[in-house]
């Protein structure tokens, strides 16, 4: 039996039209990829799935589960490779393009895969935390694995061809031993443009083919250290941060953030009060950093 009346062609057409004009996607939203971080995995981001379809009902949220906890301080170009695999079938189902959404050394992931990825078709990537401009500073995470160590002396293994097989080292980036970070990491000064190699112009390129950069990352962060490497800031070797704009990747748009921000899609989000392993769970800052970005 029917249930109601359908409503005439003009009424669906208005119908629409206010849909519309309310910011209701007609043609679904663009399905959502959580890329985890380091020590973590699919279960840390139930309650962001959470919120992402609370908000915007029916969007299809994946959380990849690949590389996850003692797997990811696997070597990050192998996991950029498994990452890969994973995202690019969920892409080809994606007419509209997908949006792109990864914590802490999953940004980093994410940036290389975007990179490298000269078809992808990310439409928002959303870095949530990640140490973008590397890390320098004794963390949880760090500790666990060089408790000997204090951050002045890390660079004495990190930069050693064999830790740069574990992913931490990869992303090391000691302001005091400038040219041993450029000469022996082997992921980070590569992804950031510090140093040129052949294929920067073709990652720019593909790195370029997103619609927006949203930058979240706060002072109380507690891991990321300085917490601003999630903003692209980071410390001179006097340990006096230098922000983005002033960052030498930045004024030479080694990988594209120049141009980025020029176009206007550069959106960063600061909040306080926010320790590490909860700018994944907090409704305030998904309200006021993501929510936006997802449709
Ligand atoms: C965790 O990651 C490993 C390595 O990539 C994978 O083999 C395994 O299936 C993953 N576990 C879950 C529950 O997804
Ligand atoms: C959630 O975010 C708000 C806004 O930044 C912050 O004040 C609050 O402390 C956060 N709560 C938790 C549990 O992280």
Redesign the pocket.
Known sequence: AEMKTPPGMCGSLLLLLLLQLQGVRIDGYRPVVIVHGILDGPKEFKTLSGYITKVHPGTKVSVISVDNYSYSVKPLWTQVRDFGKAIGPIMKKAPNGIHLLCFSQGGLICRALLSTMPDHNVHNFISLSSPLAGQYGDTNYLNRYFPDYIKTAVFKICYLRFWQKVSICQYWNDPHHRSLYLQKNNFLPKLNGETFHSDMQAWRKSFLRINKLVLIG?P?DGVITPWQSSHFGFYDSNENIVEMRKQEYYRNDAFGLKTLDARGDVSTCI?????HV?WH?????FQ?CMQKWLT
Request: aromatic share 8%; hydrophobic share 30%; no cysteine.
């Open positions: 706060g109380d909040h306080s009060g926010v320790v909860q769970s907090n409704f305030t800052v006021s």
